[in-house]
């Protein structure tokens, strides 16, 4: 018998239904963890100490002190820093910040980073623990440990956190709703090395995703739709009262769901073809498009919120799920 230890990593979310004292203390807890994170990245960047082990000797102590932390969390809060530094320094490197001496990079680099008061803040076991069964979670706060907070999620996403969660799980809220992101490392299926065929996929804004089979997954609903809200969105921003403003907020993020529901169903639907039939999936290779490609002003829009890479990263770890091959 063959057993495959390559795994996967997925993210499962998993949604928090928080009491209101719960929800209070929760709240607490992320402004402080990234009000110390930003005091951490002004101390990183005015020292050039950037390496998690070299930071916590200038911030660890003061960090529990001042925000009232506990160890775990203020490790984390370092760590936190340090990794978004190292993020920026990659995006640098990559030259999605434009060229060294331009504006948009001297604005990356000539301050230290901020982080957002609600932005995520990581946990580990030691922080949080799981009663999958009763689907509770038991969670750290700077008001103490919060017992029985409640959480829903599908069957699916319930039974990949019970088997196969590791490591730390984010926290997150999102417009007042909190959210659990768990890392998860599932199995790959033994994939198919010899497939009979390909299916290639053909990728573009009018129809989403073509198959060499002559199957037409078409775009038509979702740019409309996004044609409607940014119709909508330009309305409201130039009308601009507090309704208009509570709208506007209201409905972000939406176009942004609908887009990635869209990517989610046709990736399922590809993968499940390609097993179906033995083959292996075939991708176009659209990397650096926004770079080559001169377009009219009116088009803009529409092909910078083409998610053709995002759709391609939802077929690629769906297919080593299914074991099945992408090239």
């Known amino acids: 018998m063959c057993v ?15 009491t209101p004292v719960q929800a209070a203390a929760l709240e ?20 050039d100490m950037k390496r998690n082990f070299a930071l916590r000797e200038h911030t660890y102590d003061q960090i529990k002190a001042r925000w009232n932390l506990g160890a775990q969390a203020a490790q984390h809060v370092i760590k936190k820093t340090c990794d978004a530094y190292a993020t920026l320094r990659a995006n640098l490197r990559a030259g999605n910040l434009g060229r060294p001496g331009s504006k948009r990079y001297r604005r990356a680099t ?9 932005a995520a803040q990581p946990y580990d076991d030691r922080m949080l623990s799981w009663q999958i069964a009763q689907r509770r ?7 103490g440990r919060v017992k029985d907070v409640a959480f829903t999620a599908s069957p699916e996403q319930l039974a990949t956190v019970e088997l196969y969660r590791k490591g730390e799980s ?17 199995p790959e299926a033994e994939p198919n090395a010899e497939p009979v065929d ?32 940014r119709t909508l969105r330009t309305k409201l921003q130039r009308k601009s009262t507090p309704s208009a403003k509570r709208r506007l907020k209201k409905r972000r993020r939406k176009e942004a769901r609908r887009a990635r529901d869209i990517n989610h169903k046709i990736a399922k639907h590809v993968v499940a073809e390609a097993e179906r039939t033995g083959r292996g999936i075939a991708l ?15 088009q803009r829009a529409t092909h910078s919120s083409w998610s053709f890479d995002q759709l391609g990263a939802f077929i690629a770890y769906k297919a080593r799920k299914a074991g099945v091959l992408v090239v």
Do not use: H, Y
């Not at 990593?9 to 239904?17: H, N, P, S, Y």
């Open 4 to 18: 495959c230890w390559v795994i996967v990593k997925l993210t499962v979310q998993v949604k928090l239904l928080p």
């Open 110 to 118: 000539e301050k230290p980073v901020t982080f957002r008061p609600e």
């Open 170 to 186: 984010d926290l997150v809220c999102r417009d007042g709703r909190w959210f659990l992101l768990a890392t998860c490392e599932v």
């Open 198 to 229: 390909f299916l290639g996929i053909d990728l573009g804004i009018v129809n989403i995703a073509t198959t060499s089979d002559g199957e037409i997954m078409a775009g038509r609903e979702l740019n409309r739709m996004r044609a409607r809200e």
């Open 28 to 47: 607490a807890t992320l402004r402080a963890c990234n009000e110390a994170a930003s005091w951490a990245d002004g101390v990183a960047f005015e020292k």
């Open 137 to 143: 979670v038991s969670i750290w706060t700077v008001s």
């Open 284 to 298: 176009e290779e659209l990397t650096g498009i926004r770079e080559r490609v001169r377009l009219r002003k009116p």
